[in-house]
């Protein structure tokens, strides 16, 4: 919530128009820049990225686990 507040006093009272937000969780991220109108980063999807143009997908097999989950 900080990075968002940050990204929206930096666009507006700062007068900048490029402005990048962190987002850790990925839905926000579509939130934040559909709503708000930010440009934005979550390290979560460029992990996620990264990781299946490393692995072929036919040659590795990938867990994830969300914290969240119980």
């Known amino acids: 919530m900080v990075n968002l507040m ?4 930096a666009k507006t009272n700062l007068r900048r128009d490029k402005v990048i ?5 990925p839905h926000l991220q ?4 559909k709503a708000y ?25 990938f867990c994830f686990t969300d914290r969240r989950m119980r």
Not at 38 to 58: D, G, M, N, Y
Request: charged residues 20%.
């Open 37 to 61: 109108e930010l440009e934005t980063i979550c390290p979560t999807v460029l992990t996620e990225q990264a990781v299946f143009r490393h692995f072929p997908s036919k040659t590795a097999c």
């Open 30 to 33: 579509i939130l934040y820049h």
């Open 6 to 9: 940050a990204a929206q006093l």
């Open 21 to 25: 937000c962190r987002v850790s969780d």
